[in-house]
């Protein structure tokens, strides 16, 4: 075989025979699996075509009918997990059980279509062959899967507590049964006789809330295995929730309004939704179990996969009843009009909702909602949604932090060690974490932050002890200077218009081959210097830069572009009226640094590079058709974005703007 094969070492050779034995094995194993499937199968339709089946009970007609269907699946093809699943699964030639979920998956024609990508519990990815690598898995549900989670994963004031630990409160099975009385309040579901129809399994969810009023309390909430429900690919799911620059639009025009601040928090939301179209059946929990009978659901409970849809078709029905109107722009905030004058709106996130309006606004919209949905709480001018600290001032601003969301991050312990050294799987976890936690809080109201988090985002694959730094020191910058985004009444509606910044770092990322673009966008009074921050973001160009001019100008048009969509959007907050033929807005005005791409607008002569040509062209187009009013140069110092494009930009400015919305800069240093 030396001679015949151009093997380089017996090694080779040997591995080789090693893994066509094992090979071997595996083909045997897995046909004489199969033989015993078909056996099984045709006994199962020996039993079924006998007269006996007819005294089986619809439970034991069901395990026939899926010991069938699986034996069919096996003989066509390897048994491989599905998208999303949580599973354990141990290797050939080990008996050590590894836990993960399954990230990724090829076409099932694809020649790859054994190959399963695993996010093991450690936060590391990797991809295995389950037809070579893998002895035997299983899929994890129910308490076998709750008792593989972490301990507890905290989420604001609330975390998930595994079943084990849940069994031990006294309040729990008072927790079941209150979940259990919801579904019947609301009429939720119908009992029906089983005659062996598929139906879904149901899970208990257990969490702990922590009300600094009340102390901790255990809830439990009945979820519907709704991944399993039969055709789940032709069931619509989308469902809308307002973005977080819209809700500080929202906030901003509020402040100029004068409008009181309401937030409401629907009770048992999905269960208050439209009624379903479709028959799901679901096998009860034990605790409501009847014999010979299953539960048809009649509305969207947690756990299927359009619930949430569900839901927002009939809230959004019932405000439109109301007389309210959802933006074109944004289908989960509604405006509320009265002969042409803007009383209120309603901004929804799922069964969260943020109502801002005048005394007649509350005594129609919030009163109609509070009689057509029930509502676990209802509170006024000081309250927390979405994680952040929302308060109407003695004076009349609007207060938005998270400065306790902050404070309550973990911060990061730093292993000694070299700058290069690469991260572990769990110190890579940490990064990861920080990431996500901080990465809400940059975008909601830090935008000091966007630009490191930004950075180190694109870091986490690669990881070195230097970047776990950062991390550290990123959650110690966010506790250090706790701010509060700022919102105060700019003037009349008709003076009021739309101001971008926009700027770029030539080629400083992807070791210099990708550009940053940064932006921030204001409301803001013609006729003073006061401003109102509503939106800012940092981002990575998505096409390669030849030049800064090429970067600044692309960092424009995407500015450009979000300024006119909130011109409109604040046009239509006022007024009510959309006409997409020939929008309405307030005026925009852009500011730019760089000079070459300004005098490039201002003047007829092409520029040299001339993929820049199309889009200075657009640009011109927009200031021609008064979509733009002018965009004008500014000095560098006085770039309001230049701290999301680059470490080490002058944050104090922005920060003025946040906190006490001047547009005025201060002198520092002898520069203005």
């Known amino acids: 075989r030396l001679q015949d094969d151009d093997f380089q070492s017996v090694e080779i050779v040997a591995q080789k025979d090693i893994e ?31 007269s006996s089946v007819d005294r089986l009970s619809p439970g034991k007609k069901r395990t026939e009918k899926i010991s069938e269907e699986k034996a069919n699946k096996s003989m066509k093809s390897l048994i491989l997990p ?55 898995w299983m899929e994890l549900y129910g308490e076998e ?24 409160r006294p309040e729990f099975e008072d927790a079941i049964q209150q979940e259990i009385k919801k579904f019947e309040k609301f009429s939720a579901f119908s009992r029906v006789k089983d005659d062996g129809q598929y139906a879904i399994k149901t899970r208990w969810v257990y969490s702990e809330t922590d009300d600094l009023s009340k102390g901790s309390s255990l809830k439990a909430r009945l979820c519907m295995r709704g991944d399993t429900e039969e055709d789940i690919g032709s069931i619509r799911a989308d469902s809308p929730t ?83 109107k959802a933006l074109s722009g944004d289908s989960a905030f509604f405006t509320f009009h009265v002969k042409g004058k803007l009383l209120g709106f309603v901004c929804i996130h799922v069964d969260d909702l943020l109502m801002a309006g005048n005394s007649e606004f509350e005594s129609i919209v919030v009163d109609q909602l509070r009689k057509h949905f029930k509502f676990s709480k209802i509170e006024k001018k000081q309250f927390k949604y979405l ?87 990123l959650v110690y910058k966010a506790k250090l200077d706790p701010i509060s985004l700022n919102f105060t009444r700019l003037g009349n509606k008709d003076d009021l218009r739309i101001k ?25 009074s013609k006729s003073s210097s006061k401003a109102n921050i509503f939106s800012w973001k940092t981002k990575k160009i998505s096409r390669v830069c030849r030049s800064v001019k090429g970067a600044e100008t692309r960092a ?19 007024d009510g009226v959309v006409n997409l033929k020939q929008p309405r807005q307030v005026d925009v005005e852009a500011k730019t640094d760089n000079q070459g791409l300004w005098e490039n607008l201002n003047n007829t002569r092409q520029c040299d590079e001339k993929m820049l040509r199309n889009s200075i062209a657009l640009i011109k187009e927009m200031l021609e058709k008064k979509e733009v009013d002018t965009v004008d140069w500014v000095e560098t110092d006085n770039m309001l974005a230049d701290v999301l494009t680059k470490k080490g ?24």
């Open 387 to 473: 994680g952040c600290d929302i308060q109407k001032l003695p004076s009349g601003n609007i207060s938005l932090n998270q400065n306790e969301y902050i404070q309550n991050i973990k911060e990061v312990t730093v292993p000694s060690g070299r700058n290069s050294c690469k991260v572990n799987d769990l110190e890579r976890k940490e990064i990861r974490r920080v990431v996500g936690e901080l990465l809400w809080v940059s975008l909601m109201t830090r935008p000091d932050l966007s630009f490191d988090i930004n950075q180190l985002s694109t870091r986490i694959t690669t990881a070195t002890i230097k970047d776990l730094k950062d991390a550290q020191r």
């Open 649 to 672: 930009g002058n944050y104090s400015w922005i920060k003025n703007v946040l906190t006490r919305n001047v547009m005025t800069k201060n002198i520092e240093n002898g520069r203005r």
């Open 242 to 324: 307002a973005h977080k620059d819209t809700l500080k639009l929202g906030l901003a025009i509020a402040a100029n309004e004068d409008f009181d601040l309401i937030s409401g928090d629907i009770k048992s939301a999905f269960l208050q939704g439209m009624s379903l179209q479709r028959k799901v059946y679901v096998l009860p929990p034990s605790e409501a179990k009847e014999d010979g009978s299953l539960w048809l659901l009649e509305k969207g409970a947690y756990g299927l996969i359009d619930g949430s849809r569900l839901f927002y078709l009939e809230l959004k029905k019932t405000l439109e009843t109301i007389g309210m």
């Open 82 to 136: 599905k998208q999303f699943k949580r599973i354990k699964f141990r290797l050939v030639g080990t008996d050590t059980w590894q836990f993960g979920k399954v990230v990724n998956k090829h076409k099932n024609k694809s020649i790859y279509k054994n190959l399963i990508g695993v996010r093991l519990d450690g936060g590391f990815d990797k991809e295995y062959d389950f037809s070579k690598e893998v002895e035997e």
């Open 145 to 168: 899967d709750t008792d593989a989670l972490e301990p507890c994963c905290s989420i604001l004031h609330t975390k998930i507590i595994p079943k084990a630990q849940a069994r031990k």
């Open 20 to 50: 066509i034995d094992r090979l071997k094995k595996a083909n045997s194993e897995q046909s004489a699996r199969i033989k015993k499937l078909e056996q099984e199968s045709e006994s199962s339709r020996r039993v079924e075509s006998s």
């Open 556 to 574: 424009l048009e995407n500015g450009l572009d979000e300024a006119i969509h909130f011109a409109r959007m604040t046009k239509e907050i006022y």
């Open 500 to 524: 971008l910044f926009t700027d770029a770092s030539f080629n400083n990322q992807e070791n210099k081959l990708r550009s940053t673009e940064g932006r921030v966008l204001l409301l803001e």
